[in-house]
Nanobody, 120 residues
Framework: VQLVESGGGLVQPGGSLRLSCAAS????????MTWVRQAPGKGLEWVSAIGASGSITDYVNSVSGRFTISRDNAKNTLDLQLNSLKPEDTAVYYC??????????????WGKGTLVTVSS
């Protein structure tokens, strides 16, 4: 299993970024996927998840309405669109593979992360 995140960077408050995760080494369309983040000096925070088919999604309250998770099962990619970014969204963002197709399946593989910095 390999998960490679990309798309992070420096953005001003109110700006947008699109994160991507390229997956390989497993049947991508059979498993839920999750985004988790870790802010500097803080613990891991679950951000969003999507079921295997893409029809079911969920978000932590603090990003609901601003972030959108999506997947392309034909391309084995997972995306996270980040809009209306706030300084408190600054974190390393990780994509993770679920252990089943259920949107809240426990995560069993993780990528190395991509850094998002929101600052003026």
């Amino acid at each position: 299993v390999q998960l490679v995140e990309s798309g992070g960077g420096l953005v001003q408050p109110g700006g947008s970024l699109r994160l991507s995760c390229a997956a390989s080494g497993f049947t991508f369309s059979s498993f839920a996927m999750t985004w988790v983040r870790q802010a500097p000096g803080k613990g891991l925070e679950w951000v969003s998840a999507i079921g295997a088919s893409g029809s079911i999604t969920d978000y932590v309250n603090s990003v609901s309405g601003r972030f959108t998770i999506s997947r392309d099962n034909a391309k084995n990619t997972l995306d996270l669109q980040l809009n209306s970014l706030k300084p408190e969204d600054t974190a390393v963002y990780y994509c993770a593979k679920g252990g089943s197709n259920w949107v809240h399946a426990a995560m069993d593989y993780w990528g190395k992360g991509t850094l998002v910095t929101v600052s003026s």
